[in-house]
């Protein structure tokens, strides 16, 4: 099953010619032969970060989003603010399994992740750290795994008809 994604960096310092994580998490999904729908830098600012993903979890097409940076213990980094804002659910385990993969590249440095995901309108969002250990740790050690439909016991994916049940 084709998953379609939004991708969202949040960054003061990157352009698309120069966001490596970005870049790395587009070259996963496509070779997971999920569809990008659409791929946007912000700055970190809260208020424009809410509104790239509001305006994404109204938009028919997209089932998934995944942001890049903004997750870590700076001033600036408001990536988990900005989701907090717009969540319907928690989804806990994420950055728990997250921090446990992190752990075995970074070592304790991984406390300093916030990488978090919830639910809001029907779509996952999956916030990501901004470094390229990060993305691929979340993507190899996480996504790939519960984006694809064939993964036993269960996946996110065989949610997707019921994530807005009542």
């Not at 997750?71 to 988990?80: A, E, H, S, V």
């Not at 036993?152 to 997707?160: A, G, Q, Y």
């Amino acid at each position: 099953m084709i998953v379609n994604i939004a991708l969202l960096t949040v960054t003061d310092t990157r352009t698309i010619d120069n966001d490596k994580s970005g870049a790395i998490l587009v070259d996963k999904i496509t070779k997971a032969n999920h569809k990008l729908i659409e791929r946007k830098i912000c700055k970190d600012n809260k208020e424009d970060i809410v509104s790239i993903l509001k305006v994404w979890t109204d938009h028919k097409d997209i089932d998934v989003i995944i942001t890049t940076g903004g997750t870590g213990l700076t001033g600036r980094d408001i990536t988990p603010e900005a989701l907090e804002e717009i969540a319907d659910k928690h989804i806990p385990g994420f950055g728990e399994v997250f921090r446990t993969i992190s752990l075995k590249t970074v070592g304790t440095s991984s406390i300093q992740s916030r990488a978090c995901a919830v639910l809001s309108n029907g779509k996952y969002i999956f916030a990501l750290p901004g470094s390229s250990g990060g993305v691929t740790d979340a993507w190899e050690g996480i996504l790939k795994h519960q984006l694809d439909i064939n993964h036993k016991p269960c996946n996110f994916v065989e949610l997707f008809p019921r994530l807005k049940e009542k």
